[in-house]
């Protein structure tokens, strides 16, 4: 291989040999001149409170930072959309001298009269770090004048990596909860964590726990209204999908008002049905019939599911993947998702990943696999090229490295439309998989060109049979 490891990471990756105990390092700030796929503090904060759609969200700082963040995530509301719009306070060189608290207080002021939110997030950057603005003080006026919440995010972008992020959005959002009545919330009932509403896939899971009689009381944070965390306490158990993002709140929500949680992944045949069977088991005592409620929805969508996949595995039995995403958690759904379509995978990294995340990463996949944490694109192209790989998994500032090395490529990040969680998720991911790995258009590109073009002249899917006739 191509010698493109810097001295400094080299202990952030790992190739399975074999060995049961290995250490790996991570969860750190990423390496100066690496060019990391990781972003910053504040884009971390960003990602995590941007779904909350009634709430205000105004940048505090240099207009870049809202346009790098702006419709950061393919979030869906179901009914309002402020969260769409970015606003920013725009400093300029005069603010940087002077301050921008009166800036900051006037645009809150403003734009609370205009849209009249729910509640308002204040995210700082790494210009107000450093000129020292006092946003909580601004913050507590501004509440105590308008009458909503006025949540400040200390997201400097340079206080740490993006895990940091996802910690000071745990931190505004624990200001939220506990201020709602939840006299009428259900005994059976969850708060969805981790999840975003990506193409809408929140709808999906609330429609099995509600099959299972469970009610969801929020949603933190796709398609969340701020009234709903603010009595998120009530419910009886937290679950957790992205466990970087939003465990941090779980565990503070379980310090303070006594919420248990639970992990939970919903991408995938087995990871989406545990999901539903864990959160039956908790409450088997208060409803006996819960977990039959949950075994039978399991067994109609199956039913549907397991056919069709089984077409899609006659073309991809034997290809090679690379993922790439940004909470470990994810990785392991897709290791399973991409066995029971007949491929293996052979590289697998995260943004966020802990060194436990790694090693259940290394416990499921094969010997001489590749597991790296926070990767840089030369790393990743050098891995993509070593593994002859047919499909990269990750998002969009992945997707440019494996059209560049003539890879098939799957959008599994926040920007994507294509729902991906839950039984029909799973359908729809083996349906881009098949089409992008077995498209004739690799046979066009240089390292492609050979077996893989043979290949791709030979897709059998009854549902989307491909042009490959056409272009022999």
Known sequence: MEQVIFTER?????????????????????????????????????????????????????????????????????????????????????????????????????????????????????????????????????????????????????????REGYHAACKALSKLVGRGDVSAVSPLSVNILGDFNLAGEIWIIKDYYQRMGVEVVATLTGDGRVADIEKAHGAALNVVQCSGATQDLAVMMQETYGTPFIRASYFGIEDMSQALYDVAKFFAEKDPGIMDRAKALVRDELSMLYPKLQEYKKDLKGKKAAVYVGGAFKAFSLVKSFRHLGMDVVVVGSQTGTEEDYKEL?????????????????????????????????????????????????????????????FAGMLNFAREVHATVMSPVWRFTPRRSGKAASAATSCTSPERPCDCAEVK
Do not use: M
């Open 362 to 422: 290394a416990a499921i996949t094969d010997e001489g696999t590749i597991i790296v944490d926070d990767a840089n694109p030369l790393e990743l192209s050098a891995f993509i090229k070593e593994k002859d790989v047919d499909i990269f998994v990750g998002g969009v500032k992945e997707r440019p490295i494996a059209f560049k090395l003539g890879v098939g490529f799957c959008d599994h990040n926040h920007e994507r439309k294509e729902a991906l969680e839950g």
């Open 10 to 162: 080299a202990n952030q990756i790992v190739r399975k040999d074999g060995a049961v105990d290995f250490t790996i390092a991570c969860n750190r700030d990423s390496l100066a001149g690496a060019v990391s796929q990781r972003a910053c503090v504040f884009c971390g904060s960003r990602v995590v409170l941007y779904p909350i759609a009634d709430a205000l969200h105004l940048v505090h700082g240099p207009i870049g930072c809202a346009a790098y963040t702006w419709d950061i995530r393919g979030a869906l509301s179901s009914g309002p959309e402020l969260h769409r719009l970015s606003f920013s306070t725009d400093l300029k060189e005069k603010d940087v001298i002077f301050g921008g608290e009166k800036k900051l207080y006037q645009a809150l002021t403003e734009l609370i009269a205009r849209h009249k939110p729910s509640a308002a997030f204040v995210y700082s950057t790494c210009i107000v770090g450093i000129i020292g603005d006092d946003l909580n003080a601004v913050a507590k006026r501004v509440e105590a004048e308008q009458g909503i919440p006025v949540i400040p995010v200390a997201s400097e972008g340079f206080k740490g990596n993006k």
